[in-house]
């Protein structure tokens, strides 16, 4: 089982909001599956990002939506030929948002008329495929999903945002904290988690550690910073 990084995300915000780019995973198994397809501003790169990865759009015959917030799900539409997966409990939470978008104005409950047309696999918590197993960690929202990877580890993720969210009050938005804490805790017994604002954390004596560097560059008019955590 292997699971490719198609981004790491990036734990930081900005005074207009969200600067932290999400994660999105690639697992090659039995079948090739997609958990989150990253937020609209990634959409002009992601096939090219698939096939630096040497996958070919059309392999991807799962996508696995985590939840259905706007960095999370916003290009699920460019995998039209694929399966996807999601928990009830989120679909549901979408449609009364479309009735009234004050409850999660993060939730793209636009995406509704567009998974009737998918071939939808609405999944509670168990076996997926041989060595993949879904985990219903609500909180943040009512229906995110992890995915537990057989010698891997856990792509969770908003159920654990970054490394900054290991401890202390949940990360906001969150829609139910004392959902969110419990689904923490069960996640702090695996030895490895994949974030959704964050590079991959690795579980050692003295707690949870970053794998890598964070990286974030920012380019404009020909020059170029970057940010690294």
Known sequence: MEVL????????????????LSAAYLVRGERTLLYDTLGFGEREGLYARLKALGVSPEEVALVVVSHLHF???ANLDLFPWAEVVIHPAEL???EAVQKNPLRDPACLYTLLPLLKEHRLHLAQEGRLLPGLFLLHLPGHTPGLLGLLVEGVGVLVSDAVKSRFDLEGPPAPPCLDPASALTSRKRLMAFERLFPGHDVPLRRTEKGFVAEAEGELRLLWGGQEACLRL
């Not at 990084?5 to 932290?20: I, K, N, V």
């Open 5 to 20: 990084p198609l981004h790491t995300g990036f734990p930081a915000r900005s005074h207009r909001g969200y600067l932290g």
């Open 71 to 73: 960095d999370h799900a």
């Open 92 to 94: 549901a939470h979408a």
